[in-house]
Protein backbone atom coordinates (compact mmCIF):
# COMPACT_ATOMS: atom_id res chain seq x y z
CA UNK A 1 0.00 0.00 0.00
CA UNK A 2 2.42 2.21 1.09
CA UNK A 3 4.12 1.82 -2.47
CA UNK A 4 0.76 2.50 -4.13
CA UNK A 5 0.46 5.63 -2.29
CA UNK A 6 4.25 6.78 -3.28
CA UNK A 7 3.65 6.06 -7.01
CA UNK A 8 0.18 7.53 -7.04
CA UNK A 9 1.32 10.78 -5.99
CA UNK A 10 4.21 10.98 -8.31
CA UNK A 11 1.53 9.98 -11.13
CA UNK A 12 -0.62 12.68 -10.21
CA UNK A 13 2.31 15.28 -9.96
CA UNK A 14 3.42 14.50 -13.25
CA UNK A 15 -0.25 14.90 -14.93
CA UNK A 16 -0.88 18.29 -12.78
CA UNK A 17 2.69 19.83 -12.85
CA UNK A 18 3.62 19.67 -9.76
CA UNK A 19 6.88 21.10 -9.48
CA UNK A 20 9.26 21.44 -6.18
CA UNK A 21 8.81 24.29 -3.85
CA UNK A 22 9.96 27.70 -4.86
CA UNK A 23 13.93 28.63 -4.37
CA UNK A 24 13.92 32.47 -3.38
CA UNK A 25 15.59 35.04 -5.69
CA UNK A 26 19.30 35.22 -4.93
CA UNK A 27 19.45 38.73 -6.27
CA UNK A 28 16.85 39.82 -4.01
CA UNK A 29 18.00 37.65 -0.98
CA UNK A 30 21.18 39.89 -1.27
CA UNK A 31 19.95 42.95 -1.89
CA UNK A 32 18.50 42.46 1.53
CA UNK A 33 20.84 40.81 3.39
CA UNK A 34 24.39 42.20 2.55
CA UNK A 35 25.04 44.89 5.37
CA UNK A 36 25.52 48.77 4.24
CA UNK A 37 28.03 50.64 6.45
CA UNK A 38 27.41 54.50 6.19
CA UNK A 39 29.05 57.64 7.30
CA UNK A 40 27.01 60.34 9.13
CA UNK A 41 28.03 63.40 9.80
CA UNK A 42 26.32 65.60 12.19
CA UNK A 43 25.66 69.36 12.52
CA UNK A 44 25.72 68.89 16.28
CA UNK A 45 27.91 67.37 19.09
CA UNK A 46 26.77 63.65 20.01
CA UNK A 47 26.56 64.95 24.18
CA UNK A 48 24.30 67.75 23.28
CA UNK A 49 20.91 66.83 24.94
CA UNK A 50 17.97 66.02 21.96
CA UNK A 51 19.61 68.10 19.13
CA UNK A 52 22.86 65.53 19.04
CA UNK A 53 21.52 63.17 21.36
CA UNK A 54 19.08 61.91 18.89
CA UNK A 55 20.96 61.97 16.09
CA UNK A 56 23.44 59.56 18.01
CA UNK A 57 20.71 57.26 19.26
CA UNK A 58 20.32 56.22 15.50
CA UNK A 59 23.15 54.31 15.42
CA UNK A 60 21.43 52.29 17.53
CA UNK A 61 18.36 52.04 16.73
CA UNK A 62 18.72 51.35 12.90
CA UNK A 63 21.43 48.92 13.68
CA UNK A 64 18.68 47.04 15.88
CA UNK A 65 15.71 47.23 13.39
CA UNK A 66 17.53 46.17 10.85
CA UNK A 67 19.18 43.07 12.34
CA UNK A 68 22.67 44.70 11.41
CA UNK A 69 21.11 45.18 7.69
CA UNK A 70 22.19 49.20 7.27
CA UNK A 71 24.68 50.38 10.09
CA UNK A 72 25.17 54.25 10.07
CA UNK A 73 28.54 55.94 12.38
CA UNK A 74 27.58 58.72 13.74
CA UNK A 75 31.01 61.57 13.62
CA UNK A 76 31.30 64.68 15.18
CA UNK A 77 30.73 67.71 13.78
CA UNK A 78 33.59 69.15 11.72
CA UNK A 79 35.03 65.30 11.86
CA UNK A 80 34.43 64.84 7.92
CA UNK A 81 32.73 67.97 7.12
CA UNK A 82 32.17 71.15 8.73
CA UNK A 83 28.54 71.58 10.11
CA UNK A 84 27.05 74.29 7.96
CA UNK A 85 28.25 71.99 4.79
CA UNK A 86 26.49 69.02 5.72
CA UNK A 87 24.27 69.40 3.21
CA UNK A 88 27.31 69.59 -0.05
CA UNK A 89 28.58 66.69 1.61
CA UNK A 90 26.14 64.21 1.60
CA UNK A 91 24.57 65.69 -1.76
CA UNK A 92 28.25 65.19 -3.45
CA UNK A 93 28.45 61.89 -1.97
CA UNK A 94 31.66 62.71 -0.11
CA UNK A 95 29.74 61.06 3.03
CA UNK A 96 26.23 58.66 2.95
CA UNK A 97 23.85 60.83 5.80
CA UNK A 98 23.83 63.32 7.98
CA UNK A 99 22.50 64.55 10.81
CA UNK A 100 20.48 68.05 10.54
CA UNK A 101 17.39 69.97 10.70
CA UNK A 102 15.94 71.75 7.43
CA UNK A 103 16.22 75.49 8.84
CA UNK A 104 19.79 75.49 8.40
CA UNK A 105 19.86 75.10 4.18
CA UNK A 106 18.11 78.31 3.31
CA UNK A 107 20.52 79.17 1.10
CA UNK A 108 20.43 75.88 -0.99
CA UNK A 109 16.48 76.24 -1.22
CA UNK A 110 14.62 78.57 0.81
CA UNK A 111 11.44 76.47 0.97
CA UNK A 112 13.20 74.11 3.20
CA UNK A 113 13.14 76.13 5.86
CA UNK A 114 9.30 75.43 6.06
CA UNK A 115 10.40 71.79 6.98
CA UNK A 116 12.22 73.17 10.28
CA UNK A 117 10.34 75.49 12.17
CA UNK A 118 7.89 78.21 11.53
CA UNK A 119 7.69 81.44 13.65
CA UNK A 120 3.99 81.38 15.06
CA UNK A 121 4.01 78.06 13.76
CA UNK A 122 1.82 74.61 14.28
CA UNK A 123 2.39 72.26 17.32
CA UNK A 124 3.97 68.97 16.94
CA UNK A 125 0.60 67.18 16.51
CA UNK A 126 -0.15 69.90 13.57
CA UNK A 127 3.43 69.84 12.09
CA UNK A 128 3.12 66.04 11.62
CA UNK A 129 -0.34 66.14 10.55
CA UNK A 130 0.40 68.49 7.83
CA UNK A 131 3.91 66.72 6.74
CA UNK A 132 2.26 63.28 6.98
CA UNK A 133 -1.10 63.71 5.49
CA UNK A 134 -1.39 67.47 4.32
CA UNK A 135 1.30 67.05 1.47
CA UNK A 136 3.98 68.03 3.10
CA UNK A 137 5.76 64.91 2.72
CA UNK A 138 5.46 65.20 -0.74
CA UNK A 139 6.97 68.69 -1.46
CA UNK A 140 9.71 67.92 0.95
CA UNK A 141 11.07 64.83 -1.08
CA UNK A 142 10.61 66.86 -4.38
CA UNK A 143 13.17 69.66 -3.73
CA UNK A 144 15.77 67.23 -1.82
CA UNK A 145 15.88 65.54 -4.58
CA UNK A 146 16.70 67.71 -6.76
CA UNK A 147 20.08 68.40 -4.70
CA UNK A 148 20.44 64.32 -5.07
CA UNK A 149 19.38 64.20 -1.54
CA UNK A 150 16.88 61.70 0.10
CA UNK A 151 16.16 62.88 3.68
CA UNK A 152 13.82 61.92 6.39
CA UNK A 153 11.83 63.89 8.79
CA UNK A 154 13.37 61.84 12.07
CA UNK A 155 13.44 63.72 14.99
CA UNK A 156 11.23 66.55 16.61
CA UNK A 157 11.38 68.42 19.90
CA UNK A 158 8.97 70.58 21.62
CA UNK A 159 9.11 74.17 21.89
CA UNK A 160 12.34 76.22 22.62
CA UNK A 161 12.96 79.67 24.48
CA UNK A 162 12.89 82.21 22.48
CA UNK A 163 16.22 83.81 23.97
CA UNK A 164 18.66 85.02 26.49
CA UNK A 165 19.53 88.48 27.05
CA UNK A 166 21.62 90.75 28.82
CA UNK A 167 19.02 93.09 29.65
CA UNK A 168 15.49 93.19 29.83
CA UNK A 169 13.48 93.78 27.00
CA UNK A 170 10.23 96.00 27.46
CA UNK A 171 9.40 96.68 24.21
CA UNK A 172 10.30 96.10 20.46
CA UNK A 173 12.05 99.18 20.17
CA UNK A 174 15.22 97.42 23.01
CA UNK A 175 15.43 94.59 19.89
CA UNK A 176 16.23 97.38 17.36
CA UNK A 177 20.38 97.38 16.49
CA UNK A 178 20.09 94.14 18.52
CA UNK A 179 23.06 91.85 17.65
CA UNK A 180 21.48 88.48 18.36
CA UNK A 181 22.53 85.12 17.21
CA UNK A 182 19.10 83.71 15.96
CA UNK A 183 18.06 80.29 13.79
CA UNK A 184 15.86 79.97 10.55
CA UNK A 185 12.98 82.19 9.85
CA UNK A 186 12.58 84.01 13.00
CA UNK A 187 16.09 85.46 12.16
CA UNK A 188 14.55 87.21 9.38
CA UNK A 189 11.52 88.46 11.96
CA UNK A 190 14.15 89.97 14.05
CA UNK A 191 15.78 91.81 10.92
CA UNK A 192 12.46 92.99 10.10
CA UNK A 193 12.01 94.79 13.43
CA UNK A 194 15.63 96.26 13.59
CA UNK A 195 17.55 93.69 14.94
CA UNK A 196 20.88 92.67 13.84
CA UNK A 197 20.74 88.69 13.50
CA UNK A 198 23.73 86.05 13.28
CA UNK A 199 24.09 82.44 12.49
CA UNK A 200 26.62 81.08 14.38
CA UNK A 201 27.28 77.34 15.30
CA UNK A 202 26.71 76.04 18.55
CA UNK A 203 29.56 75.48 20.11
CA UNK A 204 30.46 79.22 19.45
CA UNK A 205 27.80 80.77 21.01
CA UNK A 206 28.94 80.80 24.95
CA UNK A 207 32.50 82.49 23.85
CA UNK A 208 30.71 84.96 21.55
CA UNK A 209 27.85 85.99 23.88
CA UNK A 210 30.86 86.18 26.81
CA UNK A 211 32.89 88.11 24.33
CA UNK A 212 30.50 90.75 23.54
CA UNK A 213 30.78 89.78 19.93
CA UNK A 214 26.70 88.91 20.57
CA UNK A 215 24.27 91.11 23.11
CA UNK A 216 21.76 87.90 23.09
CA UNK A 217 21.28 84.34 21.81
CA UNK A 218 18.52 81.72 21.20
CA UNK A 219 19.43 78.37 20.76
CA UNK A 220 16.67 75.27 21.83
CA UNK A 221 14.86 74.48 24.96
CA UNK A 222 15.52 74.65 28.71
CA UNK A 223 17.22 71.37 29.35
CA UNK A 224 19.67 72.36 26.05
CA UNK A 225 20.50 75.57 27.31
CA UNK A 226 21.06 74.76 30.70
CA UNK A 227 24.02 72.65 29.59
CA UNK A 228 25.19 75.32 27.17
CA UNK A 229 25.75 77.46 30.46
CA UNK A 230 24.06 80.26 28.56
CA UNK A 231 22.66 81.58 32.35
CA UNK A 232 26.43 82.04 33.29
CA UNK A 233 26.59 85.06 30.86
CA UNK A 234 23.05 86.01 30.30
CA UNK A 235 20.30 86.43 33.13
CA UNK A 236 16.98 87.33 31.04
CA UNK A 237 15.26 84.42 29.48
CA UNK A 238 12.31 84.80 27.28
CA UNK A 239 9.43 82.54 26.68
CA UNK A 240 7.28 81.50 24.53
CA UNK A 241 9.57 80.60 21.94
CA UNK A 242 7.53 82.22 19.03
CA UNK A 243 9.57 81.20 16.50
CA UNK A 244 10.06 77.91 17.08
CA UNK A 245 6.52 76.05 18.59
CA UNK A 246 8.13 72.78 17.48
CA UNK A 247 11.33 71.69 15.52
CA UNK A 248 11.79 68.95 12.61
CA UNK A 249 15.41 66.99 12.81
CA UNK A 250 16.52 64.98 9.41
CA UNK A 251 18.50 62.27 8.41
CA UNK A 252 19.79 63.45 5.11
CA UNK A 253 20.60 60.36 2.75
CA UNK A 254 22.90 60.83 -0.13
CA UNK A 255 20.33 60.12 -3.22
CA UNK A 256 22.31 57.36 -4.65
CA UNK A 257 23.11 55.82 -1.52
CA UNK A 258 19.23 55.56 -0.63
CA UNK A 259 18.16 54.01 -4.12
CA UNK A 260 20.85 51.21 -3.83
CA UNK A 261 18.72 49.92 -0.56
CA UNK A 262 16.19 47.49 -0.45
CA UNK A 263 12.64 47.85 -0.23
CA UNK A 264 12.94 46.28 3.05
CA UNK A 265 16.17 48.37 4.18
CA UNK A 266 14.27 51.53 2.99
CA UNK A 267 11.52 50.68 5.69
CA UNK A 268 13.71 49.41 8.41
CA UNK A 269 15.41 53.13 8.06
CA UNK A 270 11.97 54.64 7.98
CA UNK A 271 11.03 52.95 11.03
CA UNK A 272 13.71 53.69 12.67
CA UNK A 273 13.20 57.52 11.98
CA UNK A 274 9.51 57.40 12.85
CA UNK A 275 10.42 56.21 16.52
CA UNK A 276 13.06 58.44 16.70
CA UNK A 277 10.13 61.94 16.08
CA UNK A 278 8.18 59.57 19.35
CA UNK A 279 11.10 60.20 21.48
CA UNK A 280 12.53 63.32 20.58
CA UNK A 281 8.82 64.49 21.28
CA UNK A 282 8.50 62.60 24.79
CA UNK A 283 11.94 63.00 26.25
CA UNK A 284 11.64 66.50 25.08
CA UNK A 285 8.61 67.40 26.87
CA UNK A 286 10.02 65.32 30.14
CA UNK A 287 13.47 67.21 30.41
CA UNK A 288 12.02 70.87 30.74
CA UNK A 289 10.46 71.32 33.73
CA UNK A 290 13.10 69.95 35.91
CA UNK A 291 15.44 72.17 33.98
CA UNK A 292 13.08 75.20 34.29
CA UNK A 293 13.82 74.95 38.28
CA UNK A 294 17.41 74.69 38.04
CA UNK A 295 17.81 77.99 35.74
CA UNK A 296 15.61 79.74 38.24
CA UNK A 297 17.84 78.31 41.34
CA UNK A 298 21.17 79.87 39.50
CA UNK A 299 18.90 83.16 39.67
CA UNK A 300 18.30 83.69 35.92
CA UNK A 301 14.96 85.84 35.68
CA UNK A 302 12.45 84.07 33.35
CA UNK A 303 10.26 86.11 31.36
CA UNK A 304 7.29 86.55 29.38
CA UNK A 305 6.32 88.30 26.49
CA UNK A 306 3.92 90.43 26.38
CA UNK A 307 0.90 90.37 24.17
CA UNK A 308 1.94 93.68 22.52
CA UNK A 309 5.46 92.69 21.94
CA UNK A 310 4.21 89.25 20.13
CA UNK A 311 1.68 90.45 18.27
CA UNK A 312 4.00 93.31 16.80
CA UNK A 313 6.61 89.85 15.34
CA UNK A 314 3.73 88.35 14.22
CA UNK A 315 2.90 91.59 12.11
CA UNK A 316 6.39 91.57 11.17
CA UNK A 317 6.41 87.64 10.09
CA UNK A 318 3.16 87.87 8.07
CA UNK A 319 5.46 90.71 6.14
CA UNK A 320 8.24 88.77 6.19
CA UNK A 321 6.12 85.31 4.98
CA UNK A 322 4.81 87.20 1.98
CA UNK A 323 7.95 88.50 0.65
CA UNK A 324 9.53 85.32 0.30
CA UNK A 325 5.98 83.78 -1.45
CA UNK A 326 6.76 86.58 -3.79
CA UNK A 327 10.76 85.99 -4.25
CA UNK A 328 10.58 82.04 -4.69
CA UNK A 329 7.94 79.81 -6.10
CA UNK A 330 9.24 76.86 -4.09
CA UNK A 331 8.55 78.88 -1.28
CA UNK A 332 5.44 79.95 -2.24
CA UNK A 333 4.23 76.57 -3.13
CA UNK A 334 5.18 74.96 -0.21
CA UNK A 335 3.93 77.88 2.29
CA UNK A 336 0.36 77.56 0.60
CA UNK A 337 -0.30 73.93 1.40
CA UNK A 338 1.03 74.39 5.17
CA UNK A 339 -1.58 77.58 5.01
CA UNK A 340 -4.28 75.48 3.57
CA UNK A 341 -3.82 72.94 6.04
CA UNK A 342 -3.87 75.26 8.89
CA UNK A 343 -7.15 76.47 7.34
CA UNK A 344 -8.70 73.46 7.78
CA UNK A 345 -7.20 72.22 10.88
CA UNK A 346 -8.10 75.13 12.96
CA UNK A 347 -11.53 74.19 12.90
CA UNK A 348 -11.04 71.07 14.99
CA UNK A 349 -7.56 72.70 16.84
CA UNK A 350 -10.11 75.39 18.14
CA UNK A 351 -13.24 72.91 19.18
CA UNK A 352 -10.95 69.95 20.12
CA UNK A 353 -8.42 70.97 22.61
CA UNK A 354 -8.96 72.61 26.05
CA UNK A 355 -7.41 76.18 26.79
CA UNK A 356 -5.73 77.47 29.66
Not at 183 to 189: C, I, M, Q, S, T
Not at 217 to 222: I, R, S, V
Not at 275 to 291: F, H, K, M, P, T
Request: a negative charge; aromatic letters at 12%; charged letters at 20%.
Amino acid sequence: MRSFGVATLAAFCLLAGCSSPPQSDDNATRETTTPVNWRMTSTYPSTLIQLGTMGKRLETEVSKISAGSVNLKFYEPGVLAPPFETFDAVSYGAVEAGWSTPGYWAGKDPALQLFSSIPFGPSAPEYLAWFDYGGGRELFEEIYHKHNIHSIICGMTPPEASGWFKKQINSVEDLKGLKIRFFGLGAKVLEKVGSAPQLIAGGEIYQALELGTIDATEYAMPAVDLRMGFHEVAKHYYFPGWHQQSTFFELMINLDAWNSLSSTQKVQVEAACSANVRYGISEGEALQADAMIALEERGVQIHTWSPEILAELNTAWRSVAAKLVEQDPEFARVWASLQDFREKYKAWADRGYLRD
